[in-house]
């Protein structure tokens, strides 16, 4: 599976960006999908989940409320709408499969997409 993320850019303090993740791969069928994201100096962090099945999600606490992700089964299988962008928000924002049964585990990432939010 591999994984493309795009929408990534420069942005200013409350506004809003669109990540799209596209993937191929045969047999695409995973348990689940995930936004995480690496700010510098800092270890990677977990973002987003949604459930590829029933399409359940799941937020970090610092997203929830200006977050949303979603799935599309038939185009870019997930997306993460980021509204009222923040300065902390800036990092590098990875698109992940995730590992059956997890919401934490992944089993493959993309090479990610800056996004960058100024003051």
């Known amino acids: 599976v591999q994984l493309v993320e795009s929408g990534g850019g420069l942005v200013q303090t409350g506004g809003s960006l669109r990540l799209s993740c596209a993937a191929s791969g045969r047999s695409f069928n995973p348990y689940g999908l995930g936004w995480f994201r690496q700010a510098p100096g800092k270890e990677r962090e977990f973002v987003a989940s949604?459930?590829?099945?029933?399409?359940?999600?799941g937020y970090s606490d610092s997203v929830k409320g200006r977050f949303t992700i979603s799935r599309d089964k038939a185009k870019n299988p997930v997306y993460l709408q980021m509204n009222s962008l923040k300065a902390e928000d800036t990092a590098v924002y990875y698109c992940?499969?995730?590992?059956?049964?997890?919401?934490?585990?992944?089993?493959?990432w993309g090479k990610g997409t800056l996004v960058t939010v100024s003051s």
């Open positions: 949604i459930s590829w099945n029933d399409a359940s999600t």
């Open positions: 992940a499969v995730l590992r059956s049964g997890s919401d934490r585990q992944v089993d493959y």
